[in-house]
């Protein structure tokens, strides 16, 4: 079972659902859930999401500067009594993946202090690896970066999660490459309709597509397992 959240529900609920599961999942909007658990369904990784809290943070500031720091702190101080692995699903927009993992690791610096954060280096294409320590033990967390940052897609101004799109589009011949704005981005390529890939594509090309959430999906459940 999925367990879905939001940055609007209660503290008091936030914290109820939080001990319950195994893993907690931040995506930075609601278009990120809803991808990462069709991405997890068309390539049979449902399984990797039972028993997680999957949560629309409403946007990269409440997820990186309340949401994130707020569970963690739940977890240092031990109102949440066991370190459960927690992973994010972000834009690069107009950075460089790394540099958007450690602006993270730097917010949460300030936000922990002695505490702390550090990376702890790349696993996959587009996800990281960071941990905040707890006493003796650590608290793991999977950070992976939506974009493509490959000819043609460095004609955006911005990456995000419709690069993912359109990548699968370029797979499925539904988009030829001289079609990309240069200095525009990828939603000006995607319809709501080109989301229902997601489900009828091949699905070698979903795995190529969006191989940083399956990779995101295949680390969290070895974290879970371990």
């Known amino acids: 079972m999925i367990t879905q959240l939001k940055a609007s529900d209660t503290f008091i609920k ?10 907690i999942i931040l995506c930075e ?19 990797e999401l039972e028993n997680v809290a999957v949560t629309d943070a409403e946007g990269i500031d409440t997820l990186t500067k309340e949401m994130l720091p707020t569970i963690i702190k739940l977890m240092v101080v031990k109102v949440i009594s066991r370190p459960k692995p927690i992973a994010m699903v972000v834009d690069a927009d107009d950075v460089k993946p790394e540099v958007k993992v450690r602006s993270i690791v ?20 587009n996800v990281w690896r960071i941990v905040v320590k707890r006493g003796s033990e650590e608290i793991p967390i999977l ?5 493509v940052f490959e000819e043609p897609f460095t004609a955006f101004i911005l990456h995000e999660l ?65």
Do not use: M, W
């Open 14 to 23: 936030v914290i109820t659902r939080v001990k319950k599961v195994r893993a």
């Open 29 to 47: 909007g609601a278009r990120d859930t809803e991808v990462l658990k069709a991405v997890a369904r068309r390539l049979n990784l449902v399984k």
């Open 106 to 125: 730097d917010g949460l610096k300030s936000k922990l202090q002695s505490n702390g954060a550090e990376v702890h280096g790349k696993i996959c294409d």
């Open 143 to 147: 950070v992976a970066v939506n974009g």
């Open 162 to 226: 419709e690069d993912h799109i359109v990548y699968l589009k370029l797979l499925e011949n539904r988009l030829v490459r001289d079609s990309f704005p240069r200095g525009g981005r990828a939603r000006e390529l995607v319809i709501e309709e080109d989301f229902e890939l997601l489900d009828n594509a091949e699905r070698v090309h979903v795995e190529k597509a969006f191989k940083h959430l399956v990779c995101l999906l295949q680390i969290l459940t070895a974290l879970i397992q371990a």
